[in-house]
């Protein structure tokens, strides 16, 4: 099947950056919307930036600003370019994408593992 397989986690200090990678895998035709979500303990998975297959970008305003998405549709990869990164940043990084399967192609959704990103102050 397909799998999205996150990578570039870790802890930070306040003001730094990470660039986080996620890479699909797997038999299938193409990808449409790739995501980034975050999930901090105790609170709900939100969208922090996504990316159509044709390159059309949106963000959340928490993140505007400092946090850059891109992706490279060869590689069937997507990144997320996080700087001055704040404390409240901290939370399990998830990565999904909707990806399009079959002879007829129909839309199934995808979820990386996660990857933890802790920024101390």
């Known amino acids: 099947q397909v799998q999205l397989v996150e990578s570039g986690g870790g802890l930070v200090q306040a003001g730094g950056s990470l660039r986080l990678s996620c890479a699909a895998s797997g038999s299938f035709f193409s990808i449409n919307t790739m995501s980034w979500y975050r999930q901090a303990p105790g609170e709900q998975r939100d969208l922090v930036a996504a990316i159509t297959s044709g390159g059309r970008i949106n963000y959340s305003d928490s993140v505007k600003d400092r946090f850059t998405i891109s992706r490279d549709n060869a590689k069937n990869t997507v990144y997320l370019q996080m700087n001055s990164l704040k404390p409240e940043d901290t939370a399990v990084y998830y990565c999904?994408?909707?990806?399009?399967?079959?002879?007829?192609?129909?839309?199934?959704?995808?979820w990386g593992q996660g990857t933890q990103v802790t920024v101390s102050s």
């Open positions: 999904h994408a909707e990806v399009l399967i079959g002879d007829r192609p129909l839309q199934y959704s995808y």
